[in-house]
């Protein structure tokens, strides 16, 4: 499949990257190198990071990998059994999530924030599927600071695909990705630097 996401510019054409069930387009530099390192810098430096609380087998777990979940006011999210309620909006992530409704034609209402300190930090198997999410959404995903590996693999049949995912970059994934494909962010010991994602989501309007 091919798809164009700006009627401006030619080259903007983007495969998709899984070959049946879903559908995932990468688009690199949509910031640049200037634009994504100071972004980088405003959300470490001015957001409430904080480790995440994960129940594994019944257990429950703190991560290394920090989280920040910001959203509209009404807007709380349940995974991994924990239930969560956002922080405010801030300017810069308003002026993120503005640029990435108008590119994937949608809106977003709350947005998954994670802090990899480096390669140590990653996060496993898992789809965005949860009931509080809008099925019809895609989710987009930006990537700062260190290139990491993401990877696919299919629920059923297991057949897998991985791209790289580097500073300034937009991962689009359309539904209905999340219910055949799990996708993770790989652990490596060769990446020591740190890196931020930043998931925008649309949580299903239940009143
Ligand atoms: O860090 C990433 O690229 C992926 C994060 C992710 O899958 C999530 O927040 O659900
Ligand atoms: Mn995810």
Redesign the pocket.
């Known amino acids: 499949m091919q798809t164009k996401l700006f009627d401006s510019n030619p080259s903007d054409l983007v495969l998709n990257l899984l070959p049946k069930d879903g559908c995932a387009q990468y688009l690199p530099g949509l910031f640049d190198e200037t634009q994504a390192n100071a972004l980088f810098e405003a959300l470490e430096a001015s957001l409430p990071w904080q480790p995440d609380h994960l129940k594994m087998f019944g257990q429950a777990v703190t991560t290394r990998r920090k989280v920040v979940w910001v959203g509209d006011p009404d807007c709380t999210y349940t995974y991994s059994g924990v239930l969560r309620h956002p922080q405010a909006w801030t300017p810069e992530i308003l002026r993120v999530k503005a640029k990435l409704e108008a590119i994937a034609s949608c809106q977003f209402n709350a947005c998954?924030l994670?802090f990899?300190h480096d390669g140590k930090d990653g996060?496993g198997w898992?789809s965005?599927d949860e009931k509080e999410l809008e099925y019809q959404s895609p989710?987009a995903?930006l990537?700062l600071g260190s290139t990491?590996k993401?990877a696919f693999r299919h629920k059923q049949d297991k057949t897998t695909a991985s791209l790289f995912?580097e500073n300034g970059s937009l991962?689009l994934m359309h539904p209905p990705t999340q219910q055949f494909w799990h996708?993770?962010?790989l652990k490596t010991t060769t990446v020591q630097t740190p890196?931020i994602?930043l998931?925008f989501r649309k949580i299903r309007d239940v009143s």
């Open positions: 998954l994670n990899y996060m898992h965005d989710i995903s990537s990491r993401f995912l991962l996708h993770a962010l890196r994602n998931t």
